[in-house]
């Protein structure tokens, strides 16, 4: 009774009583039918094979769209059911395969990976080809075509192949990967990141840190300082995170470049003396910064005269005027240097000392080094001095540490984006710690220097 109720009904033109009938029979393919035949509401039918996932639904509706010359939405309900062939086929047919790609996501079988790798092979796209062999776990076909892609995919191909070649683990391929980087196979050396993120992959973890060290130290000596710190600290996080240890190198040389980042900082807060005190850091270690040496000596003299370090400034004055840096010198800043060092006043305040957070010794702000526990000490990432246990935070984002005193001023002036790591903080989001893992981010306790 009920059937020829609903016979009748859809034959006498109530097409919406019928499908209300079919679907409270949950005849969901008989409800499709009738929204896409009749009511010529897509939509609807649509929405009952998403919800019901009929696979005879999805078929009606799939070719439904077809007829409209919507192949897009056509390959979307072909593979909702399981009609992978034909979607393929409609695919390659209407040149629509990146969306019939894009559908089948990471739920296909390494048959259909293939299919879609092989079109592109066709289509002379080795970008894509390597793609889809990797998705289908043939990783010496995708390396194949990864490492013969156009200049402009270079980087998103390198991406794949590391992964690739990370899960093959097989050394011919590695090898292969390596050479390619190297430039040996097109004579383009490719970025040494790339060599970093290989060496991850394998988890040739000694590797990646030596190879971390050689880029920074390449950007360093070119005079790319904020590219170099930007690197060492990307790579030092990715180090961190697989709880490998930092090797000394690392630590030193992230610490130097910081302390030079944050000189620009401090002056532009006209906190001057902060900025004296991180310049001579960077100045004892001025081999470090060979590009900019005169540079980074005249800042040392300007701004420690400015804030007082009397005898500071005529040390570096002194530097200064030797031969080699001589000719280098600013004639703005020239007479006044010359002037420092006719005329030394070697006045100068101690610097204010702070405990050390590991043993209590007291130590000059700055000093990082603990000549009693002979521990090198975590610094604060916005005013480079070392840590105080009762006034330790952690930046949200990336959990370096900073005197909490000093960071929560630092973002509520405004000056939000973390020092180290870039990212935006919220005053709110910074909360003293109790009992802070002094040696997070800088390994063991350790006497080396």
Known sequence: A??????????????????????AGKDYDS??????????????AVRIVQETQS?????????????LGDYASAIQFLVVS???????????EHNQMAQYADIIGDDATPEDYIAIAKHYESQGKPLQCGNFFFKAGDYAKALHYLIRVPPNDVDAALDIAIEA???????????????YLMGEIDGV??????????????????????????????????????TAHDVLFEMYQNLLKHKIKIPNEMVHNLMLLHSYILVKLHVKRGDHMKAARMLIRVASNISKFPSHIAQILTSTVVECYRSGLRASAFSYAAMLLRP????????????????????????????????????GTLLPQTTLECGECKNTLPYCIVTGRHMLKEDWCECPHCSWPALYSVFREFVENGETPCPICGVVVNPQQLTVIQEPNLYAKLGEPSSEG
């Not at 009609?83 to 695919?91: I, K, Q, R, V």
């Not at 010198?329 to 070697?346: A, F, G, H, T």
Request: net charge positive; charged share 30%.
């Open 31 to 44: 409800v499709i039918r009738i929204n896409l035949d009749h009511l010529k509401n897509p939509k609807e």
């Open 165 to 179: 070649v990370g899960k093959a683990h097989k050394d011919s391929l590695t090898h292969q990967l390596i050479d």
């Open 324 to 359: 080699e840096y001589r000719s280098q010198i600013d004639p703005k800043w020239k007479k006044k240097i010359e002037q420092i060092v006719r005329k030394p006043d070697k006045q100068e305040e101690e610097e204010p000392t702070d405990p050390c957070p590991q043993c």
């Open 189 to 226: 050396p490719k970025a040494a990141r790339y060599l970093f993120n290989l060496y991850m992959s394998l988890k040739q973890y000694r590797e990646a840190a030596r190879t971390a060290i050689i880029i920074a130290k390449e950007d360093q000596a070119s005079g790319s300082y904020r």
């Open 82 to 92: 399981k009609c992978n062939t034909e979607a393929f086929s409609l695919a390659e």
């Open 55 to 67: 696979v005879e639904g999805a078929r009606v509706v799939a070719k439904f769209f077809q007829n």
């Open 2 to 23: 009920v059937v020829s109720t609903q016979s009748t009904g859809e034959h006498e033109g109530k097409f919406k009583e019928a499908a209300n009938a079919y679907e």
